[in-house]
């Protein structure tokens, strides 16, 4: 299978939501603490280890699902994506996680904003 097919990035992300692409959910991976903290406007939390046909029961399977967690250091995001793929979900990671999507000045939401922790 292509690597890329399953993988994305923050500006592709980035690029999409701005230009109002709809055709993706876009899932926060980490802890509820660290959603509510600080994330990506537009992205839901389901932490990795409570993904299962029960959580993701109301989900389009016509939408990608795009997860991510902390950093490239995190495996968060590729265990999510390995789940929900399983679960027969059009899956991809995207790589770089929240830290990069914050080094690279996009715009974040949350009890703690930009204050938040890099990284978990």
Known sequence: MNKLSLETDAAD??????LGINGFRLID??????????????????????INEETTASFSRDLVIVVYC???????GTKAAARLSGL????????????YWRREGNEVEGSLGQAAPLIG
């Not at 027969?88 to 830290?99: A, D, N, T």
């Open 88 to 99: 027969g979900f059009k899956v991809k990671e995207m790589l770089g996680g929240i830290e």
């Open 70 to 76: 902390w950093s490239p250091a995190c495996n968060g």
């Open 29 to 50: 991976v980490r802890s509820t603490k660290a959603y509510e903290e600080c994330h990506i406007p537009g992205a839901i939390n389901l932490p990795s280890s409570q």
């Open 13 to 18: 992300v980035r690029h999409d939501l701005q």
